[in-house]
């Protein structure tokens, strides 16, 4: 019996998110919150793992009480419980206070119920800095497996797991220790769609919520931030690319004008 956790996150859509131009930051109020679509597949692949292997599978989040709502969704998608760590104390955290504020709350479900496997998305559509997954797994002192898009084997017993990597021109076979980390790839799976059983039970769902005060050996000075080394200092919506230029004339004028313009920008090619 497995007991899987995924971390998750409620994010701004930010296909519709519009970016303050006072505050230099994403309008949170300008957009729907959702769970994070990377997230989606972690969850999606532990549940499907529990089918595998059996077992539970948990959910983790951090964030303001309307976070909820991505719990209940996880619970949609097939998961068991749902845990929140929900505090002013964690508010304005990077990745580093983030990454440590979750892996006390995975240090405290483990006293509950010992974890055999954390999966993370690959990132967050909010941030794009694939920073936390592996934060938390050195603070558990734990392997973290990035760009996971494969699940070959889970043995509990022999205490392994077998993945494979995504790279940028194939994949490589892994095989880790257990308890590890995995970050995920979207496409590791599809989302299956949530049987009304499910649908029933989320809608019906509350969570274990936690404050900083219910998390044990919390050092105050790395939440939120306090502990937040980086900042965000600005976001701005990069200037849409100019159209390609069209050559016209007969063959000859066509290509005189392409070595025009090789000639112009010849800086380029140079190494």
Known sequence: ML????????VPDTKVAKINPKTNTIDRASAPAILNPYDAHAVEEAVRLKKRYGGVVSVLTMGPPPAVKAIRKCIELGADEGYMISDRAFAGADTL???YALAKALEQIAKQRPIDLIICGKMTIDGDTGQVGPGIARRLDIPPLTGVNKVVEINKEKGYAIVHRKLEDGYEVVKSTLPCLFTVEKEI????FAPLPNMIKAARYHPTIWTADDLENVDRKQLGLKGSPTIVSKIWTPPKPKGGELLEGTTEEKVEQLLSIVLEKKELFQS
């Open 189 to 192: 799976n599809d989302i299956s």
């Open 3 to 10: 007991h899987i956790v995924a971390c998750i996150k409620q």
């Open 97 to 99: 206070a983030t990454s």
